[in-house]
């Protein structure tokens, strides 16, 4: 596969028009189509991208001959059906992220895409920016020496609507699968799974997560000290700290364009990597690249890695007894 690849979006919501928006900064890659579960709003969709395939159904997306990959954009409990969807009709996914709603979900996508020998990726699209690719360079360099302590957060403010999907448990609400995936993923990309967590949530009037504090501990003693929060503004900064030194990602660090490097004796470095589009652009590239390669998985967000990410918050819910009525 040599050509463009070519995209299809799979619903229309926000975090799609952020997906399709990045596209349109990558070279080799076009959107084609576009599904939705009513014409009106595919047509919609469709009219402010010039898309040309307009699909009244995510059936008829997934058997479009003309698309290549699919991006998932639907709310986090449809991530399943939707991405089995695709893969049983031979559609490389990239699917939004939380992955799924938990780790048994996450299994049977993955399955599916080993049976079927379809391309599925998480689409934890802060890995593939510039800077936090620069941040695994340098920690594998040992640029601050051995990693021993991360700090990080991502909580903003919104207002309690009980029918909105951040406040829904029936659309997987709360701030752990919304924004506190980020910090988890973030911890895993530097020290893998954790060996223990500790963890408290303030859980709302609607049943679901507003704030949390969670702190990992890894094999070697190192921590990480994360939380979330969709009821309370927080820095949106990580620190990552090491025996000669602490690389700290700047605000906002999940769409992060710039480090400072700070070893000990040593003048701070500050790192300026911007990112291409808005920032979406660098995953669907690495799509594109694992495509052309015959890879089933990116080697940056493996499978094995999206399916400890998924254990471990599962594991976190279970500390505040959080389920979902789905579960």
């Not at 049983?88 to 939004?96: N, T």
């Not at 991360?150 to 997987?172: A, I, M, N, S, Y």
């Not at 094999?219 to 025996?243: D, F, K, M, N, Y």
């Amino acid at each position: 596969m040599t050509d463009n690849i070519r995209w299809g979006i799979l619903g229309t919501g926000s975090i799609a028009h952020q997906f399709a928006t990045g596209l349109k900064a990558l070279a080799d890659g076009d959107l084609v189509a576009v599904g939705s579960r009513s014409q009106e709003t595919a047509d919609k969709f469709a009219a402010e991208f010039n898309v040309p395939n307009r699909h009244a159904s995510y059936e008829a997306l997934a058997h479009d001959p003309q698309v290549d990959a699919i991006y998932i954009s639907t709310p986090h409990p449809f991530h399943k059906e939707n991405t089995l969807l695709c893969l049983q009709a031979g559609k490389a996914v990239l699917c939004e992220k939380p992955f799924a709603m938990n780790a048994h979900e996450g299994e049977t996508m993955i399955e599916a895409s080993h049976t079927h020998g379809v391309f599925l990726m998480e689409a934890m699209w802060t890995r593939y920016l510039p800077a936090i690719v620069k941040v695994r360079q340098l920690l594998a360099d040992g640029a601050i020496g051995d990693v021993r302590m991360l700090t990080v957060d991502f909580g903003f403010r919104t207002e309690v609507k009980p029918e909105h999907r951040l406040f829904d448990p029936h659309l997987g609400g709360g701030a752990l699968l919304d924004v506190g995936v980020y910090p988890v993923s973030l911890a895993s990309m530097i020290f893998g799974e954790p060996e223990r967590i500790v963890s408290m949530a303030d859980i709302g009037q609607t049943g679901i997560d507003e704030q949390s504090a969670m702190i990992f501990g890894y094999a070697q003693g190192q921590l990480a000290l994360l939380s979330s929060a969709i009821r309370t503004s927080t820095p949106h900064e990580a620190v990552v700290s090491g025996t000669r030194g602490q690389i700290r990602i700047h605000s906002p660090w999940w769409r992060c364009s710039r480090l400072t490097v700070s070893v000990n004796g040593k003048p701070d470095e500050v790192l300026d990597l911007p990112y291409e589009g808005n920032g979406y652009t660098h995953e669907a590239a690495e799509v594109g690249r694992c495509l052309r390669s015959g890879e089933l998985e990116s080697p940056v967000m493996p499978h094995a890695e999206t399916l400890s990410i998924l254990r471990t918050m599962d594991q976190v819910r279970e500390q505040w007894n959080l389920k979902y009525p789905m579960e």
